[in-house]
């Protein structure tokens, strides 16, 4: 096993590697970037790294200084976590060549499930269903033209290069198809440097449903079952649960057999996600294979009792699996909710700043992987999530009753956050019916505002906030006779009132 | 003590008497029994009315922050050039002679002396916070007539630093 471990990584998920790496006796590593000196994940690691200014490129996408880092702490292993450069190939290679670890798939198979495309033929090659479509990017409007005779309309624009939902456009009509295409391309092009487009048919209100795999170093492979990850904003993932409400035992043995299969076929190793779409008749499509822990992990953990992360670093260091898919299965039901510092109003537009006060829930069935506490700030130059709120109970309808209470207890003051709009969420009739898909959000919540407060509780509120002010020495008679506001006399009231 | 709240640019009043651990609050001409304690600087538990209620404070610029149970309240400073303000400020003849601290932070210089004259835009007093130097300055021709703070200190939002007594104002009522 390995002695140490460097985590290229920050916020959340790097405190949750480092758990991991405590409690299997491994000291961690930490790199930080200027931004982020006083962030949690500095103070929870054994030893620090500086890496250089804020900006991603110069420190947590900068691959040399990742390398230096570990080779200055004498680091074996380095763990990626999600985001920056956790699926990207060359840091896998590069890290190979260091004689560093990878705590990941390695380079080869990170290209080929990378390359949206070529994973598409991969699993086609095997027999397994792809959502129909080019098999390649198209150069020629001509060629694109030709997909959508056998595709038909709707069809979606999407950056074969890319993820995180930009690139894609929905086209409905032979009308708009020329211009969305450029409008994919050039979204393609600034956000992955590549502007290689294809069509592919599109889905009204499908399900999005994946499977968690792990794979290890003797050809092992078993899936952890699913996760529901319907709600979306922006195309990204807001609240996640597991087992999926719309999957019986038949669909979902035949569906995990086939992440299998797709990640023995691309000879995958180490923790992964195959994700499908699920239509309304319960077909399901492969959609691709993110290489990676994702941000949503705890989930499965919850429901299936493995701690991922820890098997990610066992199967790195060679370690077999110490279970068989027949060993496997899933106990109650666990939802999560993501924590950004979005303002829902706003259309999720990220608003960093001052946290000047965050609490927490907790209880029984309750986590919170929190990058966050009182007094940290949010800087602009990273992703905005701050903590992942996740819960298990016996049931979806206890677990949702148990989010709706955890989420109650959640208080962040300072700035924009997701709280207030996932209580909505997880309170709504269709979530609790188990009837999500993937545009839920705009279907229920466009132009969604936070409620107004409680006006029962406005004298409560008023009492508190005089309360609040500070308590300072009482001043002299002249000042206190000068007052004129209250809020001249901040920081004076004492008992008895005028100036004691 | 009296205080003073825009909520939702409505205009609240709070009276709070303090009698050992309770309070007596008069909150807009109602009157409040109520027990309170301060559980830190930000928590705050109230019983009244026969309920127990858990309230969230903080407190940044001239806003109080203040959340209860999942409502959230803005509290507001109302600002000294509202309508009503400035008519009291007239009646009054005076002015705005307190120095405060804008949010909490440290004092890392401290200009003038009991005593000093300073004239409109001299620094009195610098405060760091949100690794920000806020300048404190005169906003009139004025006299030093005390210093609450020195460099070094940590101040809390709306702490006063300085008092200033106009300098045509001549001695004090």
């Given at each position: 096993?390995f002695?140490k471990?460097?985590?290229?990584n920050?916020?959340?998920?790097?405190?949750?590697?480092?758990?991991?790496?405590?409690?299997?006796?491994i000291?961690?590593?930490?790199?930080y970037?200027?931004?982020?000196r006083?962030?949690?994940h500095?103070?929870a690691?054994?030893?620090?790294?500086?890496?250089?200014?804020?900006a991603?490129?110069?420190?947590y996408?900068?691959?040399?200084?990742l390398?230096a880092?570990?080779?200055k702490t004498?680091?074996?292993?380095?763990?990626?976590?999600y985001g920056?450069?956790?699926?990207?190939?060359?840091f896998?290679a590069?890290?190979?060549e260091?004689?560093?670890?990878?705590?990941?798939?390695?380079?080869?198979?990170?290209?080929l499930?990378g390359?949206?495309?070529?994973s598409?033929?991969?699993a086609a090659?095997?027999g397994v269903p792809?959502?129909p479509?080019?098999?390649?990017?198209?150069?020629?409007?001509?060629?694109f033209?030709?997909?959508?005779?056998e595709?038909?309309?709707?069809?979606?624009?999407k950056a074969s290069?890319?993820?995180?939902?930009?690139g894609?456009?929905?086209?409905?009509s032979?009308?708009d198809?020329?211009e969305?295409?450029?409008?994919?391309?050039?979204?393609?092009r600034s956000?992955?440097?590549?502007?290689?487009?294809y069509l592919?048919?599109?889905?009204?209100?499908p399900r999005h449903?994946?499977?968690?795999v792990l794979?290890d170093?003797?050809g092992?492979?078993v899936h952890?079952?699913?996760?529901?990850?319907?709600?979306?904003?922006?195309?990204?993932?807001?609240?996640?649960?597991?087992p999926?409400?719309?999957?019986?035992?038949?669909?979902r043995?035949?569906m995990g057999?086939?992440?299998?299969?797709?990640?023995r076929?691309t000879?995958?190793?180490?923790?992964?996600?195959?994700?499908f779409?699920?239509?309304e008749d319960?077909?399901y499509?492969?959609?691709e294979?993110n290489?990676r822990?994702?941000?949503e992990?705890?989930i499965?953990?919850?429901?299936?009792?493995?701690d991922?992360?820890?098997?990610?670093?066992?199967v790195?260091?060679?370690e077999?699996?110490?279970?068989?898919?027949?060993?496997?299965?899933?106990?109650g039901h666990a939802?999560?909710?993501?924590?950004?510092a979005?303002?829902?109003?706003?259309?999720?537009?990220?608003?960093?700043g001052?946290i000047l006060?965050?609490r927490e829930?907790e209880?029984?069935?309750v986590?919170?992987d929190?990058?966050?506490?009182?007094?940290?700030?949010?800087t602009?130059y990273y992703?905005?999530?701050?903590?992942?709120?996740?819960?298990h109970?016996?049931?979806?309808?206890?677990?949702?009753r148990r989010m709706?209470a955890?989420l109650?207890g959640?208080?962040?003051i300072g700035i924009?956050?997701?709280v207030?709009?996932?209580r909505?969420v997880i309170?709504?009739?269709e979530f609790?019916?188990?009837?999500t898909?993937?545009h839920f959000?705009?279907?229920?919540?466009a132009?969604w505002k936070?409620r107004?407060p409680d006006p029962?509780?406005?004298e409560?509120?008023?009492?508190a906030?005089?309360?609040?002010l500070?308590?300072?020495?009482?001043p002299?008679g002249?000042a206190q006779r000068?007052a004129l506001?209250p809020w001249?006399?901040?920081?004076r009231w004492?008992?008895g009132?005028?100036?004691? | 003590?009296?205080y003073e709240?825009n909520?939702?640019?409505k205009?609240?009043r709070v009276?709070?008497?303090?009698?050992?651990?309770?309070i007596?609050?008069v909150?807009?001409?109602?009157?409040?029994?109520a027990?309170?304690?301060r559980?830190?600087?930000n928590a705050?538990?109230?019983?009244?009315?026969?309920?127990?209620?858990l309230?969230h404070?903080?407190i940044?610029g001239?806003?109080?922050?203040?959340?209860?149970?999942a409502?959230?309240?803005?509290?507001?400073?109302?600002?000294t050039?509202d309508?009503l303000?400035?008519l009291?400020?007239k009646?009054?003849g005076?002015?705005?002679?307190?120095?405060?601290?804008?949010?909490?932070?440290?004092?890392t210089?401290?200009?003038?002396?009991e005593?000093?004259e300073v004239?409109p835009?001299d620094?009195?007093v610098?405060v760091?916070?949100?690794?920000?130097e806020?300048e404190?300055?005169a906003?009139f021709?004025a006299?030093?007539?005390?210093?609450?703070?020195?460099?070094g200190q940590?101040?809390d939002?709306?702490?006063p630093?300085?008092?200033?007594?106009?300098?045509?104002?001549?001695a004090?009522?």
């Open positions: 096993m002695r471990i460097l985590v290229a920050r916020g959340e998920i790097a405190l949750r590697v480092m758990r991991a790496c405590r409690e299997m006796g000291a961690t590593v930490a790199v970037s200027a931004a982020d006083e962030s949690r500095v103070q690691a054994d030893e620090a790294v500086f890496l250089g200014p804020p991603p490129l110069e420190s996408l900068n691959i040399e200084a390398i880092a570990a080779r004498g680091a074996e292993a380095v763990h990626p976590g920056f450069l956790a699926e990207n190939p060359r896998a590069r890290c190979e260091a004689g560093i670890t990878f705590i990941g798939p390695d380079a080869r198979a990170l290209a499930v390359d949206k495309v070529a598409r033929k991969t090659s095997i792809i959502i479509g080019m098999m390649a990017p198209g150069r020629e409007m001509r060629e033209e030709l997909a959508i005779r595709i038909g309309y709707p069809a979606l624009v290069g890319g993820g995180g939902g930009k894609m456009h929905v086209v409905r032979a009308r198809l020329e969305k295409i450029e409008a994919g391309r050039r979204e393609a956000a992955f440097g590549d502007d290689s487009v592919e048919k599109y889905l009204e209100r449903v994946e499977f968690q794979a170093r003797h092992n492979a952890l079952f699913e996760r529901e990850c319907s709600i979306q904003r922006r195309h990204q993932k807001i609240v996640e649960e597991t999926s409400p719309a999957i019986g035992p038949e669909l043995a035949r057999e086939t992440a299998v299969a797709i990640i076929a000879h995958y190793t180490n923790a992964g996600t195959v994700e779409l699920l239509d319960g077909r499509y492969f959609l294979v290489a822990i994702q941000v992990h705890p499965t953990e919850m429901v299936v009792g493995v991922l992360v820890r098997r990610q670093i066992a790195a260091a060679g077999p699996l110490p279970f068989r898919q027949e060993d496997l299965g899933q106990r939802i999560e909710c993501r924590i950004y979005e303002d829902p109003e706003a259309g999720f537009l990220p608003r960093p001052r006060f965050a829930p209880g029984p069935g986590r919170c929190s990058g966050i506490c009182s007094g940290a700030t949010v602009p992703d905005p999530i701050l903590a992942k709120l996740i819960v109970a016996e049931d979806r309808e206890a677990a949702r709706a955890a109650d959640y208080t962040i924009p956050t997701t207030e709009f996932l909505e309170a709504h009739p609790a019916a188990g009837r898909h993937t959000i705009e279907q229920h919540f132009g936070p107004p029962a509780l406005l409560v509120a008023l009492i906030g005089a309360l609040a500070p308590e300072t020495a009482p002299s002249a000068r506001t001249q006399t901040v920081g004492a008992i009132g005028e100036g004691r | 003590m009296e709240f909520v939702d640019g205009r609240h009276a709070l008497e303090k009698k050992g651990g309770a007596s609050a909150v807009d001409g109602s009157r409040i029994e027990d309170v304690a559980l830190s600087p705050i538990s109230i019983l009244a009315g026969g309920r127990s209620y309230a404070c903080a940044e001239r806003t109080i922050h203040v959340v209860v149970g409502s959230r309240f803005v509290l507001e400073e109302p600002r050039d309508a303000g400035a009291k400020d009646a009054a005076r002015i705005e002679g307190t120095v405060k601290a804008p949010m909490p932070g440290q004092v210089k401290v200009n003038v002396a005593g000093a004239q835009g620094i009195l610098v760091e916070a949100m690794k920000m806020h404190m300055r906003e021709p006299v030093v007539e005390k210093v609450h703070v020195r460099a940590q101040v939002a709306f702490q630093l300085v008092e200033l007594r106009p300098a045509d104002a001549g004090q009522p």
